[in-house]
């Protein structure tokens, strides 16, 4: 019943202020476009269901191709699917501007989160062949593939592939839910292990990568403004940390003769709340998951397995707030009578978007009469990866209530269409030069 009624575009288009839609810019199109996306996957809660290899990402992308091909860029796909729109520059030979996002989502997740960032760097074509204008440098809308990694439990995939930055042995090994090896999967989406493992993108001929993403956050709400600049995506870093005691009876064990894993690792959390401000104002740590052993109501915990996650935009304050962390972790271990173990799984080099772009950014949204915020990403981005090899920079668009990865996630096309003024006043700076 809910396909029938469902219309993105006729509750975008409710509040939309139509005097936004001007220099080429179409609030209309964007919002029938992300209501053509969003039907395909649509789930019977209203959300998106598109995970990364599947059919629908494929489908996803075949429409916003169609679309492509219709504003005349030139269509190209690498071996990893990540779909590339080409609008040649004067100067063909200058390293081209990049601008896009994904349209894979996590399982029923939301309409915003990637398609409005391949969208609004369409949009930017739409504009420029409206006035017959041609940039200095060639210009790219780019889509990448499975940037949510649900389906694989990675993520990123598309620009870690184009970037070089994937792990042959690693990825070969990724099964899927149904246990579907990676390279079976790939068969499937049409691709083939042979080209994935061999893009080799020739990183000289990007200038820089800009992505649109909503904020999945409230700050914005907070300041009251339609649009923020990234100041820094965040890199995880994964503890993994086991305390180890001694299980015994709850009954017969008498409480100053017990070494309960449990108890030192509880006190051990709950102290590292209040580490992360002593490092920066943007640092975050998180334990979300334990396992405790044997995990029986009448026994004393003898082991527990933790998991901090600990992120920040500047990898000297994140190192230096694990050090905080393994130290906290230490002390606590001792005064309880139990052994700690704890090794580091996972470690992302965050990316601080460079004071050169920020500037610049900050110029462009204040001719926009939008007052230019700084907002960090805790979540990555594929301009986290990009940003691992070539300038970045990023723009977010008010979340609702910061909701995301949920079929409530909602932005307004007026926030939507006011970022696209800005995105393609900055665009054209950075193909001018
Ligand atoms: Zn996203």
């Known amino acids: 019943m809910r396909q029938l009624e469902w219309n993105l575009s006729a509750n975008l288009l409710k509040e939309y202020d139509e005097k936004l839609s001007r220099d080429g810019i179409d609030g209309e199109r964007l919002a029938a476009r992300l209501h053509e996306i969003s039907k395909i996957g649509l789930t019977s809660d209203g959300g998106s269901h598109r995970t990364g290899f599947s059919n629908e990402e494929k489908r996803a992308k075949d429409l916003v191709k169609g679309w492509m091909k219709k504003a005349r860029l030139e269509i190209y796909e690498d071996g990893a699917g990540n779909v590339f729109g080409r609008l040649e520059g004067k100067n063909p030979k200058l390293p081209s ?22 969208l609004s760097a369409l949009e930017i074509v739409e504009a420029w062949n409206k ?11 780019v889509i990448f593939t499975d940037e949510e990694g649900s389906r694989f439990n990675s993520g990123l995939t598309g620009s870690r592939a184009m970037t070089g930055e994937i792990e042959k042995d690693v990825q070969y090994t990724l099964m899927d839910q149904k246990n579907k090896p990676f390279e079976k999967v790939l068969d499937e989406a049409g691709l083939s292990a042979s ?39 965040a890199g995880p870093l994964w503890l993994d940390m086991s305390f180890e005691g001694e299980a015994g009876h709850a009954g017969n064990t008498p409480m100053n003769d017990r070494r309960d894993a449990l108890v030192a690792a509880g006190e051990f959390i709950s102290k590292i709340h209040a580490l992360p401000k002593r490092v920066s104002d943007t640092a975050v740590a998180t334990v979300g998951k334990l396992n405790v052993s044997p995990n029986g109501p009448n026994v004393i915990p003898g082991e527990v397995k933790l998991i901090v996650d600990i992120r920040d935009i500047s990898e000297d304050t994140r190192d230096e707030l694990a050090d905080l962390i393994i130290k906290e972790a230490g ?10 173990n704890y090794k580091q799984t996972i470690r992302v080099t965050p990316v601080p978007i460079q004071d050169e772009y920020i500037d610049r950014l900050e110029k462009h949204l204040q001719n926009h009469s939008i007052e230019p915020k700084l907002i960090p990403s805790g979540a990555g981005h594929d301009a986290l990866i990009v940003g691992h090899h070539l300038p970045v920079s990023m723009l977010f668009v008010r979340s609702q209530k910061g909701i995301s990865h949920n079929p409530e996630e909602w932005s307004t096309l007026n926030d939507c269409v006011r970022t696209i003024h800005v995105l393609r006043e900055y665009i054209e700076s950075l193909t001018k030069e």
Not at 131 to 141: D, I, K, L
Not at 331 to 340: P, Q
Request: hydrophobic residues 35%.
């Open 131 to 141: 006035e017959g204008f041609q940039p200095e440098r060639s210009y790219e809308v």
């Open 331 to 340: 002390n606590t271990a001792e005064n309880y009578g139990v052994s700690l």
């Open 195 to 233: 080209a994935f493992f061999e893009i080799n993108r020739d990183l000289n001929e990007i200038s820089h990568f800009v992505e649109v993403h909503i904020e999945q956050g409230k700050l914005l709400e907070q300041y009251g403004q339609p649009t923020g600049i990234v100041s820094g995506i």
């Open 97 to 118: 501007v990049l601008s896009g996002s994904h349209v894979d989502s996590v399982p029923n997740g939301g309409h915003f989160d990637g398609p409005l960032g391949v």
